[in-house]
């Protein structure tokens, strides 16, 4: 089990950035996969971007490629989440995530509590 905790979130206009952090505790950080999902009003939690337990494989949601980058540092037991060209669709409580299975991101194992991401128009 680790627990982790986001930080970072806010109110940004369409357009901006934000950067997500996520910092994780009670288990060595580099053994393990991590990712990002989002729930937004009324739908369902989706996932947004993951990282391998290496930080050399990515992978990332259709609707945020080229705008987000996840990436890891084994040094902070972090993982961050970089949102560039900000829309409102993007507005949501964002996740960070552990999947303490495998190297390459399969179910979650772990959830953080979330911080709110607010884009306004």
């Known amino acids: 089990q680790v627990h982790l905790v986001e930080s970072g979130g806010g109110l940004v206009q369409a357009g901006g950035s934000l950067r997500l952090s996520c910092t994780a505790s009670g288990r060595t950080f580099s053994n393990y996969a991590m990712a990002w999902f989002r729930q937004a009003p009324g739908k369902e939690r989706e996932f947004v971007a993951a990282?391998?337990?290496?930080?050399?494989?990515?992978t990332y949601a259709d609707s945020v490629k080229g705008r987000f980058t996840i990436s890891r540092d084994s040094a902070k037991n972090t993982v961050s989440l970089q949102m560039n060209s900000l829309e409102p669709e993007d507005t949501a409580i964002y996740y960070c995530?552990?999947?303490?299975?495998?190297?390459?991101?399969?179910?979650?194992?772990?959830w953080g509590q979330g911080t709110q991401v607010t884009v306004s128009s």
């Open positions: 990282v391998s337990w290496s930080g050399g494989y990515t």
């Open positions: 995530a552990a999947d303490l299975f495998h190297s390459i991101m399969g179910p979650p194992t772990d």
